[in-house]
């Protein structure tokens, strides 16, 4: 099994920046992805970045404000946040997906808020 722990989450004025970071801890052999989303109240989970073997991936909504980088074979994965906007208030969630016997399951971490401030 995989264990996920999200941290650098916090308070920022719009325009600002915040880094999150996510670190894996057990299985970390089975992980084959890596990503983060992110959910407001009321709105549906929305992916935000992603870590796979053909690349990183970015949503429309934070293109060239976000990057996801990873180290060690992608067992800690980060999140820089710049130029912030009081739309990305959420809580921010990891995930790594992982293959088990041929099984795939996605894990997540217990999720850090971010507020931005206008």
């Known amino acids: 099994q995989v264990q996920l722990v999200e941290s650098g989450g916090g308070l920022a004025q719009a325009g600002g920046s915040l880094r999150l970071s996510c670190v894996a801890s057990g299985r970390t052999d089975t992980i084959n992805a890596r990503a983060w989303y992110r959910q407001s109240p009321g709105q549906q989970r929305e992916w935000v970045a992603a870590?796979?073997?053909?690349?990183?991936h970015y949503a429309d909504s934070v293109k060239g404000r976000f990057t996801m980088t990873g180290d060690n074979m992608e067992v800690t994965v980060y999140l820089q946040m710049n130029s912030l906007k009081p739309e990305d208030t959420a809580v921010y969630l990891c995930?790594?997906?992982?293959?088990?016997?041929?099984?795939?399951?996605?894990?997540w971490g217990q999720g850090i808020q971010v507020t931005v401030s206008s």
């Open positions: 995930s790594a997906g992982t293959v088990v016997a041929g099984l795939s399951e996605d894990i």
């Open positions: 870590i796979r073997k053909d690349g990183t």
